[in-house]
């Protein structure tokens, strides 16, 4: 576990060198971890506090069946099931495309670039919602903008893990991470996470 977080916050200065060293490590497994951190870390600690002082949803739910007062009573058990749920459909839409433009692809790698690059940014994003939270300025003008600037970063980050897989370049790299953010992530968050 202490190789684990080395690798994870080496990452977030050395994004280049930490991909390098996390193509020997376990696949998917430390993909499979990386999205357990990051989706259960932020179930127990910003939607549980959200939760407990009795925050509402700045974005009204789209899903009926969920009001707004219980909203995060639900997202505390739904939010690590949406991770894994999202990591592995983006997951399987790159292996696809890859393969449909006769690349190679190896879906364990490319698990663990998915993971760990959603990972990586986290200690960020939990110590601005956190003090967000703390503070009472937790909402939209405020998550919103610092969200859009990390799932840039996410993209960056896998653009550079998938560069390792069949001689990408820098352009088919970002397209394949903007499609695991923009063409999954991001609108099945809008669908269910708040």
Do not use: C
């Amino acid at each position: 576990m202490r190789e684990f977080l080395t690798l994870w916050f080496q990452a977030i200065l050395y994004p280049r060198r930490s991909f390098r060293q996390l193509e020997s490590k376990p696949a998917p497994l430390w993909g499979l971890i990386s999205i357990l951190v990051r989706f259960v870390g932020t179930s127990l600690t910003s939607i549980l506090a959200l939760m407990l002082l009795g925050y509402r949803p700045f974005v009204p739910s789209y899903l009926r069946i969920l009001d707004d007062a219980h909203y995060y009573r639900v997202e505390v058990i739904l939010l690590p099931l949406f991770g894994i749920g999202a990591w592995l459909l983006s997951s399987g839409l790159v292996h696809v495309i890859l393969s449909a433009a006769g690349r190679p692809s190896n879906i364990d790698w490319i698990m663990n670039v998915v993971g760990f690059s959603l990972l990586v940014v986290m200690p960020v994003v939990w110590a601005l919602d956190w003090v967000g939270i703390a503070l009472g300025f937790y909402g939209a003008d405020f998550t919103i903008p610092i969200h859009i600037a990390v799932s840039v970063w996410e993209v960056a980050l896998m653009g550079t893990g998938f560069r390792r897989i069949g001689n990408l370049g820098w352009g088919g790299a970002l397209f394949l991470g903007f499609v695991v953010k923009a063409g999954v992530y991001i609108p099945l968050a809008a669908l269910l996470v708040r």
